[in-house]
């Protein structure tokens, strides 16, 4: 895993199994402040087709906490990422 | 059948018998070594109990009590009745070194003993968990599986064995575990789990292991899990990466808010079918999923010990997800859960899975997580088989009948480079799959700007652009998307040059041209 330690204005991203397939990377940092409604939507921009593909059947956390961002209501995208924050993009693994 | 693979299985069929036909003749003779024992003391007189002489006056405490075990040395006619344990007199012995831990303990150690656990699927996970849990001396172990016993199972699936090659994955195991333990009662469920059967299989058990390898079986065992209010430990391996969480752990009611998480509460949409991928597409390396299967085991016995069927049930611990990477500086990262989704569809009092629904096979999983149809991207004319392919290689045209030189044309395989490096056909350019389904054609060209080594093989490609371009990879689905990529990138000069994929794959080659090209 890449360095969890921030640059100024930033957080970041770690991911996991299918997302670091997906983006050729295991992390990267964000510039911050982004409200966790957001992240998906910007994930897209620099990665077109990860949203279906991988980012919406993802569990999400924030600093090792799992936040919901599942459906239109949810709690969880109003969560404000902040500098130094650390965000995991976790894929269902289903083998065995 | 083949006569080899008949032979392989009665072998295995044989061996099995024999293992415990031995395990029976063993046991016999140890139980009747035991009573011959028991008789022998029974007709003895008590002649000198050293603990009815009163030594506590003047006597140092440690000479005492090697006096006591010197006296008692010898005849072994102060053996108390084995009744007088909780345990067995076999059992202190075989799990002294768990009794002895606080953790466990005589308490723990009878939990284990009436606690039944359901292993589902006894691959990976499945085999490392299974030989724990009975090695343990858990009362019962239920294993369930469809599958039989592959060669390539082997590097990873520890209970299983070479000689065993072909027989179901569930007779197997229980050779293995039986030996290890033949107190443990095994139960054989031989076929693959579903919906009209998990509630009848899994009622009769107290704790649930999902060792299972798709995301279908993943909301089927939970859904059936949070129904029947038994915890479930489940785990997942692929490649490098693991993941592990305990769920439905206190297993309260559906509704009750106090209750663990389900399986739908932590991912409630499944991955799309075409991005799920299987150890055999992916890779797997063995201490990997070993790893996540003993690691089931571990929750397994915290959760049992703890009293998983017992109203004085100790605090459960809070829900989390354990994520192992193997080849990452920080191998293992817990995640705190939340507590049940208000609105899961499984465990909250919204819940729409109900037993009625499973039983009625309403709830269909494969459908809910999605189905790949077989991937037909092509026109006949785009496509060549391995055969036609095969006397082109040659030196002949297949179709025209001509010759041809044998730089005629441009084979490139698509699979990944540590595949290609494991065998290829001779001539062949590795482009892969990866690094052209990475590269963005159209509108997202602008977006995402080639790489340098992206501009090396598209240029590598154009350079012979007056040959025809054949696309091969492992199983023929990627070749085909390949094609599409490659003339949308206008690789075929408008038409005028011939670009298509081989069918089937190295898998129809290996099988209809060249019997010796490896298969892994």
């Known amino acids: 895993m890449g360095p969890s330690a921030s640059p100024a204005g930033h957080f970041v991203v770690l991911y996991f199994a299918a997302a670091a397939s997906y983006t050729g990377k295991t992390s990267e940092h964000l510039a911050s402040p982004m409200a966790a409604g957001e992240l998906f939507g910007r994930l897209e921009q620099l990665y077109p087709g990860i949203r279906a593909r991988v980012l919406e059947s993802c569990a999400v956390t924030v600093n090792l906490q799992y936040i919901n961002l599942d459906g239109d209501d949810a709690e969880g995208a109003r969560v404000l990422l902040k500098e130094g924050d650390e965000v995991a993009i976790i894929p269902p693994v289903s083998s065995g | ?35 011959r024992r028991q008789a022998q003391e029974e007709v003895q007189p008590a002649t000198f109990d050293p603990l009815t002489h009163d030594m506590s006056y003047g006597i140092h405490d440690d000479f005492r009590s090697e006096v006591f075990a010197a006296l008692s040395h010898g005849d072994g006619s102060e053996q108390p009745p084995r009744s007088r344990w909780p345990l067995d007199k076999m059992e202190y012995k075989r799990y002294g070194r768990q009794l002895i831990m606080p953790e466990v303990g005589l308490q723990g150690q009878l939990r284990l003993k009436k606690t039944s656990v359901l292993i589902v699927g006894v691959g990976g996970l499945g085999c490392p968990s299974a030989a724990y849990l009975v090695g343990a001396g858990v009362g019962t172990v239920g294993l369930v599986d469809g599958d039989t016993v592959e060669e390539s199972n082997l590097h990873r699936q520890i209970l299983h064995s070479t000689a065993r090659v072909g027989m179901t994955k569930v007779e197997s195991a229980m050779v293995a575990l039986n030996s290890l333990n033949p107190n443990v009662k095994l139960v054989p469920h031989a076929a693959r789990l579903t919906p009209d059967t998990a509630l009848s299989i899994f009622k009769d058990y107290d704790i649930v292991l999902d060792c299972t390898d798709s995301p279908a079986s993943r909301y089927l065992i939970s859904d059936t899990c949070v129904l029947l209010g038994k915890p479930l430990v489940s785990a997942s391996a692929l490649r490098t990466d693991g993941q592990l969480m305990v769920l439905n752990n206190p297993p309260l009611p559906p509704g009750d808010a106090a209750g663990g998480p ?41 959760v049992i010990t703890r009293g998983v069927h017992s109203s004085v049930r100790g605090p459960a611990e809070a829900p989390s997800l354990l994520i192992f990477s193997a080849y990452a500086t920080q191998m293992f990262r817990t995640i705190r859960l939340r507590t049940r989704k208000p609105k899961c569809a499984a465990c909250s009092a919204q819940a729409t899975v109900t037993p009625e629904a499973l039983n009625s096979g309403s709830l269909d999983y494969v459908q809910f997580c999605g189905t790949i149809n077989p991937v037909d991207a092509l026109s006949p004319n785009e496509r060549i088989s391995v055969e036609n392919y095969a006397k082109l290689r040659t030196g002949r045209n297949p179709i025209t009948g001509t010759e041809v030189s044998a730089d005629s044309h441009v084979l490139v395989d698509v699979r990944e480079k540590v595949q290609f490096d494991l065998c290829s056909l001779e001539g062949s350019v590795n482009i892969p799959f990866s690094a052209v389904s990475r590269l963005r054609v159209g509108d997202d060209a602008v977006k995402i700007p080639a790489t340098e080594e992206e501009e090396r093989w598209i240029a590598e490609l154009k350079a012979r652009g007056d040959k025809p371009l054949f696309v091969v990879c492992r199983l023929g689905n990627d070749s085909q998307m390949t094609v599409k990529k490659l003339k949308a990138m206008g690789l075929d000069n408008g038409g005028q040059r011939w670009i298509g994929d081989i069918k089937g794959g190295l898998r129809a080659w290996r099988e209809k041209v060249d019997h010796e090209f490896p298969d892994y």
């Open chain 2, 262 to 302: 389900c399986y739908r509460c932590v991912f409630p949409k499944p991955p799309p079918p075409e991005s799920v991928v299987s150890c055999g597409d992916g890779g797997i390396l063995g201490p990997v999923v070993g790893t996540m299967g003993v690691l089931q085991a571990l929750e397994a016995i915290k």
């Open chain 2, 1 to 35: 059948m083949s006569v080899i693979d008949s032979l392989r299985q009665q072998i295995a069929a044989c061996e099995a018998q024999l293992a415990t036909l031995r395990q029976q003749l063993a046991e016999a003779e140890h139980l009747q070594l035991q009573s």
